[in-house]
């Protein structure tokens, strides 16, 4: 029995030494107790610590006598080379002596020291004191000397405490030890760059309460902490950076660490450093000279940035602007937001380049959509004399090339040639032919004009005497408004002035409303087309019904809370609104004129009695609509006036559509009655001549003469299957009649709200009546696009598809513009 016990020790022994000769184990204190005993030959003892040669086996064991157990030693390793014992023994002999002396060591713990010292062997005992978490080894004496000591790449144990994200040692070798913040590694980086590259604040806290001089230090990369974190996405630290003292603009190898934060489009860490130093907005990185904005890769990033204002025209020192360098990268969605937020398209860069000379080099379909919508010239030259049509001409290839020429062609540009030497500069390169043309006596006119403008004539344009009144009516639509403002912005540009100049009464539905008094209020239609693709992004938010909240905070940024529609008396403006609390409903029109003068025979017989439109008394200017009421308020009420209307209400009652907002009180959308508007804005004007005649005033009366009616688009005709609502006897039958009542009902809100069709020839047919010029304009739209589209790409492709209808009517505008300012 004793000869198979020693067999089979002498077989653990033999493969414990092939298979983990480093492994820690307890064994009888008895094997090595005596002088030579059993074999083994001391070597080396330095404490604890002893090397033997065990000439049984021919192997080397290392072996820590524990004081504190009396039968069994703990071997740390048994080896079969003489030199890896010789190599390892001063290693354990030295870096293990803190922690004998300090813990009771038992095999599981000695076994994770020599493992690190194995790993790591340029690490001192405060090293690995601090990589097992043995911090209470750190009060070792000599451990205490070895505090501030650096490994084979000059990282300190703080260093190493500070990546592990241990507080408790962070702590100790900063309070108790006194371990310097300031020592770099091989890197250049401090304890404080080893601390932002984790997400633990408290770590870079317990930094910045000892005053850490190593917050804004840079390391071989360029970057300080911050700088690290931002990269790292580390928003607790860049937080926890910014209190504790780290400055934003300390300038690295690519810029500051708001660059840093864009590059890596960490929204978070933008937002703290802007908090911090709004100043970052405008900082001009080391490379480019580019600013935040120049950095920006989403549509997102570039929303912050512009709401905090930073400055969206910025030429970099190479000469580019953000939308040059989102166009050469193809960011559509990010390019948009500049454009909708006021970015000039015809901003020439590097070479010349405007950003659509970009992205015809890049055959990017949409993004040059994007840029001719948003009035990009299709004629401008680069330093080369190459124009945009020039260059798709030469660089488009395989199946884009056509689609492009033709894309462009659609719109009228017709330069896809090089000029030739003898062929005339372009129009915009010509010098001026001396003498006074037509544009000289407009402009002199508009001089002498404004001279003899009276002061209380600043609210608005001149009201002069005209031949004949003037009439705009803007079709309903919701987000399709666009429509309205692109056919306006080719108006404008046929007439050079702006359209309250062009029109003495504008009418407007819903959408058409809501732009109608953004007209009379001054606002220019560039300016409404950003407006409306930037509030689709706040109203839009969710599924139908939608919150009426962003709308109504919306419409009283823009107007005003207290604004009242007798504010701005000219243009007039009528915008159509329905009376939901009766059956049935009635057209309700909100002016910015009197109408008191018009008597008007209610529309239907009834009985019931219905509350006026009333206000408190005494809160004229508090609120100055109020409709909806269940009950009335204890207090007197009189009737309002439309002079004490607000235009924000006005608006809100006029686009409250059914199933995507609720009711404005008592009102629904004027779509219901009157989406395209023309013939009660004419039954209006009538009504309005008519009572200046009977009280006198006919010498007041002027003939409407020009009547212009916009569309927000006409979709497309598509088949309907069925529209047969039956009582069905099968679940085949019950499908059918599903689908029929669908169709139905489509077809019947269809019907309520057609703006074209029957209305456009009624209005026709009248204004030939009474001899009066008549023009529709809505482009055939190739899909239908929703009320509430939020798609950029869609709303771009609408838009594009009205440029291209505008192209082929350019004549009836040209015409059109003459006829008006004729009238002027």
């Not at 092939?18 to 090595?32: K, Q």
């Not at 205490?144 to 241990?166: F, K, V």
């Amino acid at each position: 029995m004793q000869f198979l016990g020693r067999l089979l020790d002498t077989v653990s022994s033999v493969s414990t030494l092939f298979t983990n000769p480093y492994r820690v184990r307890e064994v009888p204190l008895s094997e090595y107790g005596g002088g030579g005993s059993g074999g083994k030959v001391v070597l080396k003892e330095e404490g604890r610590i002893v090397l033997f040669k065990n000439t049984q086996y021919q192997s080397w064991d290392c072996v820590l006598m524990c004081p504190e157990m009396s039968t069994v030693a703990l071997r740390l390793f048994q080896v079969a080379s003489e030199a890896d014992a010789m190599n390892w023994f001063p290693q354990y002999a030295l870096k293990l002596r803190p922690f004998y002396e300090i813990l009771p060591l038992k095999a599981e713990t000695v076994q994770t020291v020599v493992d690190c010292i194995r790993s790591h062997p340029d690490w001192s005992s405060a090293h690995i004191a601090v990589d097992t978490g043995l911090r209470e080894c750190l009060k070792h004496n000599h451990v205490q000397s070895q505090i501030n000591a650096r490994d084979a790449i000059g990282q300190t144990p703080l260093h190493l405490a500070c990546e592990r994200g241990d507080l408790a040692c962070v702590k100790e070798l900063l309070e108790e030890s006194q371990a310097r913040t300031d020592i770099s590694d091989r890197n250049g980086e401090t304890p404080m760059h080893s601390a932002s590259k984790q997400d633990s604040p408290v770590i870079i806290q317990a930094l910045c309460s000892r005053l850490c001089s190593g917050v804004n230090e840079l390391n071989n990369n360029g970057e300080t902490p911050l700088h690290v974190a931002c990269r790292l996405g580390r928003l607790d630290s860049v937080k926890a950076l910014l209190a504790g003292g780290a400055k934003c603009d300390v300038i690295g190898s690519k810029g500051f660490p708001i660059h840093t934060a864009m590059k890596y489009n960490e929204t978070g860490c933008v937002e703290e450093i802007l908090k911090a130093d709004l100043g970052q907005l405008h900082a001009e990185d080391s490379a480019y000279g580019g600013t935040p904005l120049h950095w920006s890769k989403t549509a997102e990033m570039c929303r912050l940035l512009l709401e905090c204002g930073c400055e969206i025209n910025y030429l970099s020192k190479t000469g580019e602007s953000a939308l040059h360098i989102l166009t050469k990268k193809g960011r559509f969605d990010a390019a948009m937001v500049l454009l909708t937020h006021g970015a000039n398209a015809n901003l020439k860069g590097q070479d010349g380049n405007t950003a659509l000379h970009l992205a015809m080099k890049l055959d990017h379909m949409e993004l040059i959509k994007a840029l001719i919508v948003f009035g990009a010239d299709v004629e401008i030259h680069n330093d080369l004399g190459e124009t945009p049509g020039l260059i798709a001409a030469r660089t488009s290839k395989g199946p884009n090339r056509k689609i492009l020429l033709d894309m462009l062609c659609s719109v009228g540009v017709q330069r896809c040639l090089p000029p030739s030497p003898c062929s005339p500069p372009p129009i915009s390169d010509r010098t001026k032919p001396q003498g006074i043309g037509f544009e000289d006596i407009m402009h002199i006119g508009a001089a002498v004009g404004a001279m003899h403008r009276g002061p209380s004539e600043i609210d608005g344009p001149k009201i002069e005497k005209k031949k004949m009144d003037r009439l705009l009516c803007l079709d309903g639509g919701g987000i399709k408004g666009l429509v309205l403002i692109q056919m306006l912005i080719a108006l404008e540009k046929e007439a050079g002035r702006p359209t309250r100049e062009l029109f003495d009464w504008i009418a407007g539905t819903s959408t058409g409303g809501i732009l109608a008094l953004a007209i009379i209020h001054g606002k220019s239609m560039e300016y409404l087309r950003c407006l409306y693709f930037r509030m689709k992004e706040q109203v839009f938010k969710g599924s139908r019904p939608y919150e009426s909240a962003p709308l109504e905070d919306f419409l009283k940024k823009e107007f005003g809370e207290n604004t009242k529609m007798t504010d701005v008396r000219y243009p007039r403006v009528m915008v159509t609104s329905v009376l939901a609390d009766r059956h049935p409903g009635e057209l309700h029109i909100f002016r910015n004129y009197d109408p008191s003068s018009i008597s008007r025979e209610p529309p239907y017989a009834t009985t019931a009695t219905f509350k006026p439109l009333t206000i408190p008394q005494g809160w004229e200017d508090e609120d100055v609509l109020i409709v909806g009421y269940t009950e009335e308020p204890p207090r007197k009420r009189r009737k309002v006036t439309d002079e004490e209307q607000l235009v924000w209400r006005a608006a809100r009652s006029s686009g409250a559509a059914p199933t995507y907002f609720r009711p404005m009180g008592r009102f629904l959308d004027g779509g219901l009655l009157a989406n395209n508007p023309t013939l009660d804005a004419m039954s209006e004007i009538h009504q309005f001549n008519k009572a200046l005649k009977d009280e006198g005033h006919k010498e007041d009366i002027k003939k409407l003469g020009i009547v212009v009616s916009l569309g927000t688009g006409k979709p497309p005709q598509v088949v309907v299957s069925s529209v047969d609502v039956f009582r069905p006897s099968n679940p085949l039958e019950l499908a059918k009649s599903f689908v029929g009542a669908k169709e139905l009902g489509k077809m019947l809100v269809d019907c309520c709200t057609d703006s074209d069709g029957c209305a456009v020839d009624r209005a026709s047919a009248w204004c030939e009546m009474i001899d009066t010029i008549y023009r529709r304009l809505s482009p055939q739209l190739s899909q239908e696009v929703m009320l509430d589209e939020v798609s950029d790409a869609i709303l771009v492709d609408m838009l594009w598809e009205t440029q291209m209808y505008l192209y082929e009517k350019r004549e009836i505008l040209q015409s059109l513009a003459k006829s008006l300012l004729q009238q002027n």
